[in-house]
């Protein structure tokens, strides 16, 4: 990742690129937006439903440990502990204890984290049909923006 120093403070990419940026960036914040959103509607935060969905979309035959939900969710183990206890007071979530080992627990959704699960993911289907093709649009864009500059021996 370059970061700019004190002495670098132009930025020296091209008009279009930037807004070609710009424009990812608001669509996608834009889904961001709605989908906390959404979850405050629902009575939970957007993070909690974020754990739902991890906890939820666990592959066939794995489990899903903390170790695992921090490293889908970006969080550090501790936060991730945090977030798991929080969820679990809420009647979201359970801990059940891992039978292959003991020194861990899994993470379970229950039946009302399932029941508003469901209403989240419908929710944001919808409004992926809706705004969908302009963030696929907005990437794209960006895509092939790049692939251009690549055939021409730019970036």
């Not at 502990?81 to 679990?88: I, M, P, T």
């Not at 979530?93 to 292959?100: L, M």
């Not at 794209?140 to 692939?147: A, F, K, P, Y």
Request: overall charge positive; charged content about 25%.
């Amino acid at each position: 990742m370059a970061v700019l120093t004190k002495k670098q403070k132009t930025v020296h990419a091209k008009p279009e690129r930037l807004a070609e940026l710009a424009e990812f960036r608001f669509r996608l914040r834009r889904f961001l937006g709605f989908s906390e959103t959404a979850a405050e509607a629902a009575g939970i935060s957007a993070q909690q439903y974020q754990l739902l969905q991890v906890v939820a979309a666990v592959p066939e035959g794995s489990e899903c440990s903390i170790s695992y939900l921090a490293q889908r969710m970006l969080l550090r183990h501790n936060s991730a502990v945090e977030l798991v206890d929080r969820a679990e007071r809420s009647g979201l979530v359970r801990r059940v204890a891992d039978v292959a080992d003991h020194r861990r627990s899994l993470v379970e959704v229950t039946e009302q984290g399932n029941r508003v699960l469901t209403t989240l993911v419908e929710a944001h289907l919808a409004e992926i049909e809706t705004e969908g093709p302009e963030l696929l649009h907005a990437l794209q864009q960006l895509i092939s923006g790049r692939q251009s500059g690549k055939r021409n021996g730019t970036r």
